[in-house]
């Protein structure tokens, strides 16, 4: 691996995520100015904007014929989304989650990621796949905004409108200069990036698929850290979390979707995606609902127990791509040890929460 390819992966990543946050800041701008509302503006253009990077990388990706690293993408992203900024998030202040955020959004992540599964089962998410996909995304952002309009929550709305009606949202001129700044370096962030980091899995004779899962997912996702960590430090909680549940909801239903529309024939699912990776991502979806769920609280151990786990599932790639000698013991400590104690005290937590609520009624 030569030094070039450090800098132009590095600089890919810089890239993105700047050309992020002016996407996010010039459409958000123009969004509250022509009269949607913050909430809306939170749950639909930011979450959607701080995706926009693995948007970028997986067509990019996808389009050259590098399926690995699309799908690697995607699906690291969304573990890393729910296992290490809600992990992180919690830590810094237990998020309390409204259910006006989580009731619907939360069964339909667990929903579109079995989707996901289904589609790509036969080792390919096709054209009419990704257009499955799409549509998905189109009907969620629709709903969304037509049930923020009729479900008003005052506390949610209060903060939602201080992240995002801020002042200077009227210079159209400015803003529209904003989104296509971070367009182009949305573009050039993601050639940089996909071209070295699939040369840098060729080096080390890694597969695209964990480089995709990894050092990508975890670099195109920082928009999300940066946006759900400064929205938990300020006590804006429902931010924090909205943020990582919508975000993984656009990764699958948009990225996945586009990706596999402009890929010549389709995204090619890799048979070790399907064994392990995809259904990963579903269990740690499937894990919100009871924790989400169970007193609408997202608690400090809970923070500790999702850092946990991806420590566990990073440990374990990097096993695999070296075939070390202790893999085997980590596979057979996750199969009948940790998923198990994992499984039976969710649903303990989710049972004892359920009898609470019995008792008060």
């Keep these: 691996m030569t030094l070039p390819l450090v800098f132009f992966l590095v600089a890919g990543l810089v890239l993105l995520i700047w050309g992020a946050e002016l996407l ?67 830590l810094i202040v237990p998020l309390i989650v409204a259910q006006q955020l989580v009731r619907f959004d939360v069964p339909v992540m667990i929903g579109v990621s079995f989707l996901l599964f289904a589609l790509g089962y036969d080792g390919r998410i096709g054209r009419l796949d990704g257009i499955i996909l799409f549509s998905g995304a189109i009907a969620y952002t629709v709903f969304l905004i037509r049930q923020s309009r009729r479900e008003k929550n005052a506390e949610v709305e209060a903060e939602y409108a201080k992240e995002f009606g801020g002042a200077d949202t009227g210079n159209w001129f400015k803003n529209t200069g904003l989104i296509l700044v971070g367009l182009a370096g949305l573009m050039l962030g993601s050639k940089w990036l996909v071209d070295s ?48 549940v919508g975000s993984n909801l656009f990764n699958i239903l948009s990225v996945v979707g586009l990706s596999a529309i402009v890929a010549p024939s389709g995204i090619a699912i890799s ?49 695999t791509a070296t075939n070390h000698e202790a ?31 019995a008792v008060k009624l």
């Design 197 to 244: 980091a699939v040369a840098i899995a060729e080096s080390f004779g890694v597969s695209e698929l964990i480089i995709g899962l990894t050092i990508v997912a975890a670099g195109t996702s920082m928009p999300e850290v940066a946006t759900s960590i400064v929205a938990a430090l300020r006590g804006e909680r429902d931010i924090a979390v909205g943020n990582a």
């Design 24 to 90: 996010v800041r010039g459409a958000s701008r123009i969004a509250t100015a022509a009269g949607i509302s913050p909430l809306v503006v939170g749950l639909t253009v930011v979450a959607f904007g701080t995706s926009s990077p693995e948007l970028a990388v997986s067509v990019m990706s996808a389009f050259k014929g590098q399926a690995d690293l699309a799908v690697g993408n995607v699906v690291g992203s969304n573990i890393f989304n729910v296992l290490v900024i809600l992990g992180l998030s919690a």
């Design 327 to 357: 893999l085997g013991t980590l596979r057979t400590a996750m199969l009948y040890f940790i998923l198990p104690i994992t499984g039976v005290t969710l649903i303990f937590m989710t049972g004892q929460e359920w009898r609470k609520r």
């Design 271 to 319: 048979a070790a995606a399907l064994r392990f990776d995809i259904p990963v991502m579903i269990a740690v979806a499937v894990a919100c609902f009871p924790v989400f769920f169970v007193g609408y609280r997202i608690t400090r151990g809970n923070g500790v127990a999702f850092l946990g786990f991806y420590v566990v599932y990073v440990v374990y790639l990097i096993f």
